[in-house]
């Protein structure tokens, strides 16, 4: 039987900045515009979210094997946009994010991204055929950022136990 945790619920409710919003009726707008839902009705569905999150139903929203009912969203805000109750949904979605981050449930690909950031300082690392067509254009050489600067500031928001360094 699914339990209602009000720890988790009381989370979800603090997302809000505005306190008025907290009434869904369930109408559906958001999913019907959502892109995601609209290409993967049967593993993505931002309604159902917004219910379980609302309702305190943590773990019909955290024991789902499949992951890509939390991470699916791209944070696109058409839904945000639409909602008749005004309701912050992507707030809410980016909560239950950082507690699956938190969980170790995120996906591989949160912590690949993340461990080059860690480790370069840059989303993307730089590539000599880039360096050498930058040249070739007489584009100026890009600064090296300071990856002792970034990891401390990283280290801050404990990332690095997350991604193990
Ligand atoms: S659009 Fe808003 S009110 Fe309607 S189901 Fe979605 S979150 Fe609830
Ligand atoms: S913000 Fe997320 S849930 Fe909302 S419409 Fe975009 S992809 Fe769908």
């Known amino acids: 039987m699914v339990k209602v945790d009000y720890e988790f619920r009381k989370k979800i409710m603090d997302a809000h900045i505005i306190d008025t919003l907290k009434y869904c009726y369930q109408c559906n707008?958001?999913?019907d515009v959502c892109p995601i839902a609209t290409i993967a009705p049967n593993r993505y569905n931002p309604r159902s979210l917004i219910l379980n999150s609302f309702l305190g139903l943590k773990s019909a929203i955290f024991e789902n094997e499949d992951n890509f009912f939390i991470w699916g969203c791209t944070v696109c805000d058409t839904c945000d946009e639409v909602c008749p109750q005004k309701i912050e949904l992507t707030e809410v979605?980016?909560?239950?994010?950082n507690m699956s981050i938190a969980e170790g449930k995120g996906p591989e690909y949160y912590t690949t991204q993340a461990t080059a950031i860690y480790e370069s300082g840059k989303a993307i690392p730089s590539q000599?055929?880039?360096e050498r067509r930058r040249e070739q254009m007489s584009l100026p050489q890009i600064e090296p950022p300071n990856v002792e600067e970034v990891q401390k500031i990283l280290n801050q928001t404990k990332l690095n136990t997350i991604i193990n360094k």
Request: aromatic share 10%; glycine share 0%; hydrophobic share 45%.
């Open 128 to 130: 000599p055929a880039i």
């Open 29 to 31: 707008r958001c999913t």
């Open 93 to 97: 979605f980016t909560v239950l994010k």
